[in-house]
């Protein structure tokens, strides 16, 4: 039998992957179906609390990891901002589900690549 696709799931199959596989994320998420039937992840992102945590950790100035902050995401102000991830609909539930565990090793969820490439960049 041919193995199923995330598009050819229901809603409620779909939550059951995500929630037990996008886990230990602190920061506020949520899931939504896409278009061709596959799933993306959400998570806000609030770059002054992230530039406290980074000065803080960093030792380096605020303004300075602000700063950083603002050009490493490309905003014009510290407005929170919303990080996406995306599956597609021809993924099949395992594919989804390891791509989901990898995306939520650790409590920044989807930020962990942006905090780790900051923390690298104030040195």
């Given at each position: 039998?041919?193995?199923?696709?995330?598009?050819?799931?229901l809603?409620?199959?779909?939550?059951?992957?995500?929630?037990?596989?996008?886990?230990?994320?602190?920061?506020?998420?949520?899931?939504?179906?896409?278009?061709?039937?596959?799933?993306?992840?959400?998570?806000?992102?609030?770059?002054?609390?992230?530039?406290?945590?980074?000065?803080?950790?960093?030792g380096?100035?605020?303004?300075?990891?602000?700063?950083?902050?603002?050009?490493e995401?490309?905003?014009?102000?510290?407005?929170?901002?919303?990080?996406?991830?995306?599956?597609?609909?021809?993924?099949?539930?395992?594919?989804?589900?390891?791509l989901?565990?990898?995306?939520?090793?650790?409590?920044?969820?989807?930020?962990?690549?942006l905090?780790?490439?900051l923390?690298?960049?104030?040195g």
């Amino acid at each position: 039998m041919e193995e199923q696709s995330l598009s050819q799931l229901l809603a409620g199959r779909v939550e059951e992957i995500v929630r037990g596989s996008f886990t230990g994320v602190r920061e506020r998420w949520w899931w939504e179906r896409s278009l061709d039937g596959g799933l993306r992840v959400c998570q806000e992102l609030d770059p002054e609390r992230l530039s406290q945590e980074l000065a803080s950790r960093s030792g380096r100035p605020p303004e300075e990891v602000r700063e950083a902050v603002r050009e490493e995401l490309g905003l014009e102000d510290m407005s929170p901002a919303v990080l996406t991830f995306e599956i597609p609909g021809t993924a099949t539930p395992e594919e989804a589900e390891r791509l989901l565990r990898e995306r939520s090793s650790g409590p920044l969820g989807l930020a962990g690549g942006l905090y780790g490439r900051l923390l690298r960049r104030l040195g």
